[in-house]
C-alpha cells in the first residue's frame, strides 16, 4: 500500500528526501493500511523543535468507535533533533518547504516520505508538461 501526492512533483522541485515516522492512534492506523489517505494541500510545519504533518486527510474508519479520529488533525513525524534542525535552518535561510511525497507501510509501520522542496514558477510547470508529452508521443511510436 503506497499512496503518492502527484501535485508534489508538478508543484516543486524536489531537493531531497527523507523518511520519517508519523505518530497515529488506532483507528487511523487501520485506515491508513486500507488506503483511506489524501495528501492533497498537506504539508509539514516545524514547531518546538518537532515536526508535524498540516491538512492530511485520513478517512475516519467505518468499523470504529466513539473513539473514532479527527480526520485532519496535526499528526507528529518522528525525526532525529539533528535533522530537524538541519531542515529548518535550510528553510530559513533558502527558503525550502516541506511537502509529503508519499505514504507507506514498511514493516507494518507507516512512514512518510518528505521532501524538501523549491516551489516552481507557471513556466517551470509548462516546460514540466512539454517534456511528459512528448515522453508520451516518443513511447506511441
Request: proline letters at 1%; glycine letters at 4%; charged letters at 40%.
Amino acid at each position: 500500500m503506497e499512496i503518492i501526492n502527484k501535485k508534489a512533483r508538478y508543484d516543486y522541485f524536489i531537493e531531497s528526501e527523507l523518511e520519517a515516522g508519523i505518530v497515529l492512534t488506532g483507528t487511523e492506523i487501520k485506515s491508513v493500511r486500507k488506503g483511506s489517505v489524501d495528501l492533497k494541500d498537506t504539508y509539514v510545519r516545524i514547531k518546538n523543535k518537532e515536526a508535524y504533518v498540516i491538512n492530511m486527510y485520513i478517512a475516519k474508519y467505518e468499523e470504529g468507535n466513539i473513539f473514532n479520529h479527527d480526520e485532519r488533525r496535526e499528526r507528529k513525524l518522528l525525526l532525529h533533533k539533528k535533522e530537524i534542525a538541519k531542515i529548518e535552518e535550510k528553510m530559513k535561510k533558502e527558503g525550502y518547504t516541506l511537502i509529503p511525497i508519499r505514504v507507506y507501510m514498511k514493516k507494518n509501520i507507516a512512514k512518510v516520505s518528505i521532501g524538501i522542496c523549491r516551489g516552481k514558477k507557471n513556466y517551470d510547470k509548462r516546460e514540466a508538461i512539454k517534456e511528459r508529452d512528448l515522453k508520451i508521443l516518443e513511447s506511441r511510436r
